[in-house]
């Protein structure tokens, strides 16, 4: 059996399994509890999440002097959002090349940048919040602070090293020299020269990097009215880092869409980090799940209208 179809079985059994150990009687408790304006403010919060990180892709694609029109970046945003919530490590998200390749008509080195340098800034966002977190948690899990440190570190090399042309030239031209086969260089060039040619100069980063830390913490604030919702009472920015670390948990691709492991890393985090009982903590991350899905239906939805890719 292929290890793809195995993917989701380890989701939904990490997912039922932290169910089992945390009781179902125990969550059942914690509805009546729930204040609901908190949740509805959270839901009405996901529409303008939505539309921010399709304006966020759009400043990268204008930068390219890539113009569409908005309602074809948002929807092919929400298309991607689905493909990426039914897909390991969200890969699914690069849909958004083969949209783009097709409306209008570049080479497909030019449509991989737009989503490669998107997906970078969104991790380089992330990982920065876990690093901070990992700090907060250093109480509780030494060895993750070492972890986050690296990867931050790796991500910031990554960054200045492609803010400088002549390097970024260099690591670009070694990687197609040196990993693509001589009978498809002719062809691979083209798009390397495309890719290349379309990432964007260390000025034009500027305002996606802002944008991205912006839309971030909004998606992090969704969740906290959540928390507040289930009288979770924790400091916002604490919660923020901790929570990017279960982000980060979730992007390994172990499971699809991070179901089972979004649910376990905010079990344990908040319970070990804040004190907040595992009942209370998986209540959060169900609810947070359950509210996500309204951009992964909508997403659905505008999909069977279109070609599928994955």
């Known amino acids: 059996m292929?290890?793809?179809k195995l993917l989701p079985l380890i989701g939904?059994?990490?997912f039922l399994y932290v169910i089992h150990r945390v009781g179902f009687d125990k969550l059942a408790e914690t509805l009546p509890t729930v204040q609901w304006n908190y949740v509805l403010l959270s839901i009405a919060l996901s529409f303008v999440i939505i539309a921010a990180q399709a304006w966020k892709w759009n400043l990268i694609l204008h930068r390219q002097s890539i113009f569409l029109p908005f309602s074809y970046i948002l929807k092919v945003h929400l298309i991607s959002n689905f493909y990426g919530n039914i897909t390991p490590g969200r890969i699914g998200t690069f849909s958004k090349i083969f949209h783009l390749k097709e409306r209008t008509k570049k080479n497909i080195g030019a449509c991989i940048s737009s989503v490669t340098l998107e997906r970078f800034f969104d991790l380089f966002t992330v990982a920065s919040f876990a690093f901070l977190g990992s700090i907060v948690t250093l109480k509780y899990f030494h060895g993750i602070f070492f972890q986050f440190l690296i990867l931050f570190l790796v991500l910031i090399v990554v960054l200045l090293l492609s803010?400088?042309?002549p390097t970024r030239n260099f690591f670009i031209w070694r990687v197609f020299y040196f990993l693509v086969p001589r009978k498809f260089k002719d062809r691979a060039r083209i798009s390397f020269e495309a890719f290349h040619a379309t990432?964007?100069?260390p000025q034009q980063i500027?305002?996606?990097?802002?944008?991205?830390l912006g839309v971030?913490?909004?998606l992090y604030l969704q969740m906290y009215l959540i928390a507040l919702a289930l009288h979770v009472n924790v400091p916002l920015l604490s919660f923020i880092f901790v929570s990017s670390?279960?982000?980060l948990i979730t992007l390994i691709p172990i499971t699809v869409g991070g179901i089972g492991t979004s649910e376990l890393a905010i079990t344990v985090l908040f319970n070990k980090v804040f004190g907040i009982d595992p009942a209370v903590a998986l209540s959060l991350a169900l609810i947070n799940r359950v509210i996500g899905l309204i951009g992964t239906i909508l997403g659905g939805i505008l999909s069977m209208r279109?070609?599928?890719y994955f």
């Open 216 to 218: 971030w913490f909004v």
């Open 12 to 14: 939904i059994l990490l």
């Open 163 to 165: 803010l400088h042309e």
């Open 306 to 308: 279109e070609e599928r």
């Open 206 to 212: 500027v305002l996606p990097i802002i944008a991205t």
């Open 2 to 4: 292929k290890i793809r």
């Open 199 to 201: 990432l964007l100069k």
């Open 245 to 247: 670390i279960a982000t």
